[in-house]
């Protein structure tokens, strides 16, 4: 089979000069290559590259390779356009006060897809945070990659250095890969919201493996349908036409995504999902790793009363906190899940040397969950001090909540601390957020906003069946702390926690209708 000139290695396509007029080389074409990928300068040359990457139309295809660093002030990709760089030293530096997008489609639109068959790799894509404002007027938030209305796209072996806003901003989209992305933030700039990869809808089939680096917001976002929608007086759900995202971005359903390789360095924030009122289903992410500082993993409809989530599984979690805090509209957590969620399953996560006791799994008053599944917690504490909190904090409506092989070490305990599940009328939290935003709980100006949110602060705990089964635990007061609402049933099984005060404890008007107990320690006191 004949190679694909579009896809020859760096090797080939920079070995001898082309005389397929679709291959493109930068230098040889009168670029200046006079700038640096990390510190810009240089000969503006937006209009020699554009002139390059508009030809795609009429070729029928193009590849542009880049033998050097390049300063432009935004450019355009058309369909069947594939833009190579040699290495990472090649690539684009965003000039001061350019205000658009590095990249961006030729023809973004937030419903049909007109641009397909996009192609990068390699080089490095640097943003010029400090020297561009945070919004355009279409666009919405300054990117670095503004893709609206794409199909068969591929980021390959790419760095992404100092967006304003997003380093990828991706909605209304179909069979895209992204991978071995690199995000790099020396510039932190406030307000940030420099997100990494930020996926909005509609879009089916999104792979994203291998994602390194170091984000000021959300490191992986898959906000399907964020604020750029709302319920208007008549309760319909709609798109606003003008909000901070900009005319050209979608929202939608998505399905089929598969996260597989995140390593986070110091990150805010590291994934985020959102969904409000548009289906998020067959989600896979597996393998997040490194250092955050206050949010592990926000599933939420943003404070909102509807979500329409199907099927998110999560596996092999291991992520560290690290001090100072970011933020303090809401505390840290691991996981915290709210809204309408089918099925939610989190599989081998870790706590390795925690810093303070913010749960790992934060169910919120809002959540009405189907079944959540917790195999595989490993907690690892050598903290003296360990405060009263409990590792599962669940707060909401859940149908089916299994936890199962659990470890809890705790080698330096200096006693009896917290439990493994507790539930709480506790609603300090949600309360402090709702009035610090109040703009989200009353918006005005028609649209509905949150008004079901006060009912939360009241609403009790509900879990009809509860199911603990092969936990190894040391250091715990109770293995259920049950102090608020009504639990269905429990049932426990292969518990081994030497020095527990109570298997279960039950506070208040707490009740539990069915409880069944086997196999527990002897060592547990009654």
Not at 100 to 126: K, M, V, W
Request: glycine share 8%; net charge negative; proline share 5%.
């Amino acid at each position: 089979m004949k190679p694909d000139p579009l896809f020859a290695p760096p090797a080939a396509a920079s070995s001898a000069p082309s005389s397929d007029a679709r291959i493109v080389i930068a230098g040889e074409a009168g670029a200046r290559l006079d700038s640096d990928v990390t510190i810009g300068g240089g000969t503006d040359d937006t209009a020699l590259i554009q002139g390059i990457l508009d030809c795609a139309p009429e070729l029928g295809a193009l590849k542009l390779v880049v033998d050097g660093a390049i300063l432009v002030r935004g450019l355009k990709v058309h369909s069947n356009t594939t833009i190579e760089c040699l290495n990472r030293g090649c690539g684009f530096f965003l000039a001061d006060g350019a205000n658009q997008p590095l990249i961006a489609n030729a023809t973004p639109q937030p419903e049909s897809r007109a641009d397909r068959n996009l192609s990068f790799f390699g080089g490095t894509y640097n943003g010029n945070a400090a020297h561009q404002d945070k919004f355009h007027p279409d666009y919405g938030w300054l990117t670095a990659f503004a893709l609206h209305g794409v199909e068969q796209v591929l980021l390959c072996d790419v760095s992404i250095t100092n967006s304003r806003t997003f380093a990828v901003y991706l909605t209304n989209w179909r069979r895209v890969v992204l991978e071995n992305i690199y995000i790099n933030l020396d510039d932190t700039l406030t307000p940030s919201n420099q997100d990494g990869i930020h996926v909005q809808g509609p879009g089916e089939f999104l792979s994203i493996r291998n994602i390194q680096g170091h984000a000021w917001d959300d490191l992986v976002a898959l906000n399907i349908d964020d604020l750029q929608a709302d319920w208007d007086s008549e309760g319909r759900f709609v798109r606003l036409e003008e909000s901070r995202f900009g005319r050209y971005a979608g929202i939608g359903p998505v399905s089929d995504v598969e996260i597989d390789g995140v390593q986070a360095d110091d990150c805010a924030q590291v994934i985020r999902v959102l969904s409000r009122g548009s289906r998020l289903d067959r989600v896979s992410i597996r393998n997040v790793k490194g250092t955050y500082r206050d949010f592990g993993v926000w599933i939420t409809p943003y404070f909102r009363e509807v979500s329409n989530i199907g099927r998110l599984e999560f596996e092999n979690i291991d992520l560290r906190p690290v001090q100072p805090r970011s933020y303090n509209y809401v505390p840290p957590f691991l996981f915290w899940l709210a809204g309408k969620i089918e099925h939610v399953v989190l599989k081998n996560i870790s706590s390795h040397q925690a810093i303070d006791d913010r749960p790992l799994v934060w169910i919120q008053p809002d959540a009405k969950i189907d079944l959540l599944r917790v195999q595989g917690l490993h907690v690892y504490d050598r903290r003296p001090e360990i405060g009263r909190a409990s590792l599962i904090r669940a707060d909401g409506r859940i149908e089916l909540l299994q936890v199962r092989d659990v470890v809890i070490q705790r080698p330096q305990a200096a006693s009896q601390a917290g439990s493994l599940l507790a539930t709480s009328m506790d609603r300090s939290a949600l309360k402090a957020f709702m009035e610090a935003r109040a703009w989200i709980v009353n918006p005005g100006n028609g649209w509905r906003g949150w008004p079901e949110g006060a009912g939360y602060l009241t609403a009790a705990p509900k879990i009809r069946h509860l199911q603990i089964a092969e936990v190894v635990a040391e250091g715990l007061e109770h293995v259920v702390d049950h102090q608020a609402g009504v639990i269905d049933r429990l049932d426990m099984d292969r518990v081994s926690a030497p020095g527990i005060l109570e298997a279960v404890h039950l506070a208040g008007e707490a009740s539990i209708q069915t409880m069944r107990m086997a196999s527990i320690s002897d060592e547990l006191v009654d």
